[in-house]
């Protein structure tokens, strides 16, 4: 009996450098102050967990991920602005905590926007929790904004 994957079922895999072009058409799109080329082919040098969240073949989402002794970090997650809203970012973090898990992390980690709503709502429902705020942290239109830390056992 041979493996066929499903049609509709996205599927994750390593992000190669040749992948670059396509994270960062998305990228933008769907933050105010993305990360740029650099940003994500230092995290690749760096030897982060770097994967392409793709959908029949398109990428619809990637994410980085720093392991730090038994934490993972989670540095950037995103979906494509035109399928958001239809589950495709609960389904990466599961993904994502699965492989932190693999990695035999205990806790994940995560800073987020107090204005990205939608992210807040994601995690919170996920089992992150806020346990400080860094001040400041983000760059934002007239001036800085707040970064939430959040958490969670895995």
């Not at 982060?48 to 970090?73: Q, R, S, T």
């Not at 806790?107 to 001040?135: D, H, I, Q, W």
Request: with cysteine; glycine share 8%; aromatic share 10%.
């Amino acid at each position: 009996m041979s493996a066929v994957l499903k049609s509709g079922m996205p599927q994750l895999r390593e992000m190669k450098k040749a992948d670059l072009d396509a994270v960062i058409q998305i990228e933008p799109v769907i933050y105010p102050h993305p990360w740029t080329r650099g940003n994500f082919a230092d995290s690749l040098k760096s030897g982060y967990y770097c994967v392409v969240y793709e959908l029949d073949g398109n990428m619809i989402g990637y994410a980085v991920m720093m392991m730090v002794l038994d934490e993972a970090h989670l540095l950037n997650i995103s979906i494509a602005k035109e399928y958001q809203g239809k589950g495709f970012g609960r389904s990466l973090l599961e993904e994502l905590i699965s492989l932190a898990k693999h990695k035999k992390a205990y806790t994940m980690f995560l800073e987020v926007r107090p204005s990205n709503k939608a992210a807040l709502s994601l995690y919170e429902s996920m089992g992150f929790n806020e346990f400080s705020v860094r001040k400041g942290y983000y760059p934002a239109a007239n001036g800085r904004e707040d970064a939430i830390l959040m958490g969670r056992e895995l």
